[in-house]
């Protein structure tokens, strides 16, 4: 009783260096190989392996980077792509995820909708591209369109698996118990759910990124798609290489998002805590 | 602490008719209505099944089954696996609805105490510190920094005050049952059903716990319903002995040996054979 928890719990954290360097060396090792093949790339491109007028050298996408940032074309292209992919995944994901939360707890909301979502789930939605065009021309509300419906079907379907998957033992104990319905919802259901949202939310920001870029590709005025197109046009290699390489940083940004949120959110999880 | 409990027990002692005379063979059949004022102060319930029946999709599980149990008893009901012990208790906690008959709960006190579980698995949130599990027990009544008091309190009956912060994954399967025992106690129950609790538990865990549970029942007073397999388990714990058969009451037996019990007692190990031995003979294999 005397002693606090949160004492408990330091005086059994690593106190000496070498658990911390321990740490750095993992920390680091999963960079080595994207590390080593940026440096073999600029060694075969400096050593003319590679003809730099299909593959540029990484100095020189870094230059085209550098070039690109001073006249803020870079972040202007950068932020107008976040924007619409934020406002895509909020408006497809908060659907999804409501909708998910109603078909999960209620049977009639269920059989109405459920068998329509999965017949239309099975649609390759970048196909509705040249309908999405005609319906809304190259504006935003065409970009909104195409993010919000591809994020919608991953947050939908694993919301609604995980509601069906909270263990019904847990449910029971809960009714028992007398927890109200509400109750019931914030402390068993939701968080039960928890694990498999967060599943969704991995998925629909992997396919947000890719619709996003897919739909300012083919039609747009602005956006990191619309750059990289632009650049294929002048023949601008380097720029369509560093368009490239900063979806994959986007990507590595979602990813270390999602597993944070996922560590604090389900700290409870044995498979979720921090190695 | 131990002092009262006794004097509880010693207070609820009358009904468990004569209690040190040993020669005295079990009584069979209706239990005297009687119940001690002390026990219906502290809000034990009194449970009456009336011609209850129960069927699913055509089986019948329980069959014009007859039962009182007076507030603060601790009964115990054994059985094969398949007689319906587990029905009945789901049935007398309101879990189940009965196809016929009818399940009446009373009690003296002028707030009724709530009527708690304690399954076979510990059903802790596993997203809840080991506390707030503990505060689920409580359900809405109370600000949150009152529910942990109480919780807090419930887990120091239990003895693990220090691991309250803790996540149940952290915890061995025996501390998880006592959490889950002290979120059914931490609401002060009227009746506490016990769905074989101890089942998935090693033998010294079990024994400990058995101690644990007794102890309680005897500061507390409240009725306690223990289904189980373990005959031995039923003897050691309870004042009386239901065994079910197909559906009914087959045998109810008194267990007439003065707390605290000795393990080894040869009164209880007399009786424990005579319950096996029926509960064998009446199963000839087909």
Redesign the interface.
Known sequence: ?A?S?IS?FRASAPRTLAPLLDGATQRLTPWLLPLGIVLGWQAASSAGLVSTRFMPAPLDVIAAGWQLGRTGELWANLWVSTLRALAGFAVGGGIGFALGLANGLSRASDRLTDTTVQMVRNVPHLSLIPLVILWFGIGEEAKLFLVALGVFFPVYANTLHGIRSVDP??V???R?????SF?LFT??VL??A?PSIFVGLRYALGIMWLTLIVAETISASSGLGYMAMQAREFMLVDVVVLAIVIYAGLGKLADVLTRWLERTC?????AYRTV | MIATALRAHDAAAPEIAPVRKPTDRPAKGPVPRARTPEAAAMGGLAVTVRDLSKSFDGNTVITGLDLHIPAGQFVAVVGRSGCGKSTLLRLILGLEQPSAGRVVLESDAVRPAPKRIMFQEPRLLPWAKVVDNVAVGLGESGTRAERRARAQSALAEVGLSDKSANWPATLSGGQRQRVALARALVSRPGLLALDEPLGALDALTRIDMQAMIEGIWRAQGFTALLVTHDVAEAVAMADRILVVENGHIAFDVKVEVPRPRRRGDPDLAALEGRILDHLLQNHAPA
């Open positions: 009783m002693r928890p408990d033992q847990l029971e104990m809960g028992v118990y007398g927890l109200s109750s402390r068993v968080p039960g928890l389900l700290a409870w999880n044995p």
